[in-house]
Protein backbone atom coordinates (compact mmCIF):
# COMPACT_ATOMS: atom_id res chain seq x y z
CA UNK A 1 0.00 0.00 0.00
CA UNK A 2 1.09 3.50 -0.86
CA UNK A 3 1.32 5.59 2.23
CA UNK A 4 1.90 9.36 0.34
CA UNK A 5 -1.29 11.12 0.40
CA UNK A 6 -5.00 9.80 -0.21
CA UNK A 7 -4.60 10.27 -4.10
CA UNK A 8 -1.77 7.59 -4.50
CA UNK A 9 -3.74 4.96 -1.96
CA UNK A 10 -5.78 4.66 -4.66
CA UNK A 11 -3.72 5.68 -7.78
CA UNK A 12 -5.57 8.29 -9.05
CA UNK A 13 -4.13 12.02 -10.13
CA UNK A 14 -3.76 14.38 -7.39
CA UNK A 15 -6.63 16.54 -8.96
CA UNK A 16 -9.89 18.44 -7.84
CA UNK A 17 -11.41 17.03 -10.91
CA UNK A 18 -11.90 13.32 -10.56
CA UNK A 19 -13.94 11.04 -12.14
CA UNK A 20 -16.13 8.98 -9.37
CA UNK A 21 -16.60 6.04 -10.96
CA UNK A 22 -12.49 5.81 -11.02
CA UNK A 23 -13.14 6.65 -6.91
CA UNK A 24 -15.38 4.15 -6.61
CA UNK A 25 -13.73 0.82 -8.05
CA UNK A 26 -10.73 1.94 -6.84
CA UNK A 27 -11.72 2.43 -3.20
CA UNK A 28 -13.33 -1.41 -3.62
CA UNK A 29 -10.02 -2.55 -4.88
CA UNK A 30 -8.44 -1.42 -1.89
CA UNK A 31 -10.87 -2.20 0.68
CA UNK A 32 -10.91 -5.69 -0.75
CA UNK A 33 -7.53 -6.13 0.12
CA UNK A 34 -6.86 -4.88 3.21
CA UNK A 35 -10.80 -5.71 4.72
CA UNK A 36 -10.30 -7.03 8.15
CA UNK A 37 -11.98 -10.37 7.30
CA UNK A 38 -9.48 -10.61 5.06
CA UNK A 39 -7.24 -11.29 7.87
CA UNK A 40 -9.14 -13.45 10.37
CA UNK A 41 -6.97 -16.01 10.75
CA UNK A 42 -3.58 -14.06 11.05
CA UNK A 43 -2.24 -12.63 13.77
CA UNK A 44 -3.27 -9.93 16.30
CA UNK A 45 -0.55 -7.58 14.64
CA UNK A 46 -1.31 -8.22 11.40
CA UNK A 47 -5.36 -7.58 12.21
CA UNK A 48 -4.37 -4.36 13.86
CA UNK A 49 -2.80 -3.57 10.40
CA UNK A 50 -5.63 -4.74 8.28
CA UNK A 51 -8.09 -2.57 10.54
CA UNK A 52 -5.43 0.61 10.31
CA UNK A 53 -5.54 0.31 6.82
CA UNK A 54 -8.97 -0.55 6.49
CA UNK A 55 -9.88 2.55 8.57
CA UNK A 56 -7.73 4.58 6.35
CA UNK A 57 -8.94 3.46 3.03
CA UNK A 58 -12.73 4.73 4.43
CA UNK A 59 -11.69 8.08 5.20
CA UNK A 60 -9.63 8.98 2.58
CA UNK A 61 -12.67 7.66 0.03
CA UNK A 62 -14.67 10.24 2.36
CA UNK A 63 -12.23 12.94 1.80
CA UNK A 64 -12.17 12.18 -2.15
CA UNK A 65 -16.01 11.44 -2.67
CA UNK A 66 -17.02 15.29 -1.59
CA UNK A 67 -15.44 18.26 -3.80
CA UNK A 68 -15.58 20.54 -1.14
CA UNK A 69 -13.62 17.91 1.10
CA UNK A 70 -11.42 17.14 -1.53
CA UNK A 71 -10.63 20.94 -2.65
CA UNK A 72 -9.64 21.65 1.64
CA UNK A 73 -7.59 18.18 1.50
CA UNK A 74 -5.87 19.60 -1.98
CA UNK A 75 -4.84 23.04 -0.11
CA UNK A 76 -3.44 20.75 3.01
CA UNK A 77 -1.22 18.78 0.91
CA UNK A 78 0.22 22.19 -0.75
CA UNK A 79 0.98 23.42 2.70
CA UNK A 80 -2.01 26.24 2.78
CA UNK A 81 -2.98 26.31 6.71
CA UNK A 82 -6.89 27.62 5.52
CA UNK A 83 -7.70 28.10 9.13
CA UNK A 84 -11.31 27.50 8.32
CA UNK A 85 -12.50 28.32 12.37
CA UNK A 86 -10.10 31.47 12.66
CA UNK A 87 -9.79 32.72 9.45
CA UNK A 88 -13.08 35.26 8.75
CA UNK A 89 -11.70 37.44 5.95
CA UNK A 90 -13.75 37.41 2.35
CA UNK A 91 -13.53 40.13 0.06
CA UNK A 92 -16.28 42.95 0.83
CA UNK A 93 -18.37 41.93 -1.98
CA UNK A 94 -18.85 38.24 -0.74
CA UNK A 95 -19.04 39.95 2.97
CA UNK A 96 -22.21 41.77 1.41
CA UNK A 97 -23.64 38.93 -0.54
CA UNK A 98 -23.56 36.82 2.79
CA UNK A 99 -25.37 39.76 4.74
CA UNK A 100 -28.23 40.07 1.84
CA UNK A 101 -28.74 36.31 1.97
CA UNK A 102 -28.77 35.92 5.50
CA UNK A 103 -31.27 38.71 5.91
CA UNK A 104 -33.12 36.96 2.99
CA UNK A 105 -33.59 33.72 4.51
CA UNK A 106 -34.74 35.86 7.98
CA UNK A 107 -37.48 37.49 6.41
CA UNK A 108 -38.35 34.47 4.22
CA UNK A 109 -38.45 32.10 7.73
CA UNK A 110 -40.40 35.08 9.31
CA UNK A 111 -42.80 34.84 6.74
CA UNK A 112 -43.21 31.39 6.06
CA UNK A 113 -42.65 31.82 2.74
CA UNK A 114 -41.62 28.34 0.92
CA UNK A 115 -41.54 29.56 -2.55
CA UNK A 116 -39.02 32.01 -1.54
CA UNK A 117 -37.47 29.89 0.56
CA UNK A 118 -37.12 27.43 -2.08
CA UNK A 119 -35.73 30.35 -4.73
CA UNK A 120 -33.17 30.95 -2.18
CA UNK A 121 -32.04 27.22 -2.07
CA UNK A 122 -32.24 27.38 -5.59
CA UNK A 123 -29.89 30.13 -5.99
CA UNK A 124 -27.55 29.46 -3.22
CA UNK A 125 -26.94 26.21 -5.52
CA UNK A 126 -25.99 28.29 -8.43
CA UNK A 127 -24.16 30.16 -6.43
CA UNK A 128 -22.25 27.15 -5.35
CA UNK A 129 -21.59 25.98 -9.02
CA UNK A 130 -19.85 29.20 -9.51
CA UNK A 131 -17.84 29.08 -7.03
CA UNK A 132 -16.87 25.18 -7.47
CA UNK A 133 -15.70 25.93 -11.14
CA UNK A 134 -13.71 29.03 -9.65
CA UNK A 135 -12.33 26.90 -7.13
CA UNK A 136 -11.38 24.00 -10.07
CA UNK A 137 -9.35 26.54 -11.67
CA UNK A 138 -7.48 27.71 -9.10
CA UNK A 139 -6.40 24.17 -7.90
CA UNK A 140 -5.53 23.24 -11.65
CA UNK A 141 -3.49 26.81 -11.67
CA UNK A 142 -1.58 25.86 -8.76
CA UNK A 143 -2.94 28.91 -6.37
CA UNK A 144 -3.32 26.91 -3.20
CA UNK A 145 -3.53 30.15 -1.21
CA UNK A 146 -7.02 31.44 -3.33
CA UNK A 147 -8.49 28.33 -3.64
CA UNK A 148 -7.99 28.45 0.38
CA UNK A 149 -10.49 31.71 0.23
CA UNK A 150 -12.90 29.87 -2.62
CA UNK A 151 -13.44 26.52 -0.18
CA UNK A 152 -13.75 29.73 2.86
CA UNK A 153 -16.25 31.00 0.84
CA UNK A 154 -17.52 27.39 -0.47
CA UNK A 155 -18.06 26.15 3.16
CA UNK A 156 -19.98 29.65 4.51
CA UNK A 157 -22.87 29.08 1.55
CA UNK A 158 -23.15 25.58 2.31
CA UNK A 159 -23.69 25.94 5.86
CA UNK A 160 -26.42 29.17 4.53
CA UNK A 161 -27.70 26.48 1.85
CA UNK A 162 -28.31 23.67 4.65
CA UNK A 163 -30.08 26.44 6.90
CA UNK A 164 -32.34 27.49 3.88
CA UNK A 165 -33.26 23.88 3.09
CA UNK A 166 -34.02 23.22 7.01
CA UNK A 167 -36.75 25.70 7.06
CA UNK A 168 -38.20 24.71 3.98
CA UNK A 169 -38.77 20.98 4.70
CA UNK A 170 -41.26 20.60 1.72
Known amino acids: MND ?3 F ?4 LPRSFA ?10 KRVSMAVH ?4 ATASPAEKRVAMQWSSRANE ?3 VLRDPLTRARYLCELAGVD ?3 ETNTAMPAEFL ?4 QWHERLDELQDQGDAAGLATLSAEL ?3 RKVLTAQLGRLLDQGDYTGAGAQVREWMFLDRIAAQARAANPA
Not at 8 to 11: D, I, K, P, S, V
Not at 36 to 39: A, G, H, I, K, L
Not at 96 to 99: G, K
Open 4 to 6: ADH
Open 8 to 11: ALFG
Open 18 to 27: LDSAALDAAW
Open 36 to 39: PDRF
Open 60 to 62: AYR
Open 82 to 84: LQS
Open 96 to 99: MRQM
Open 125 to 127: AAE
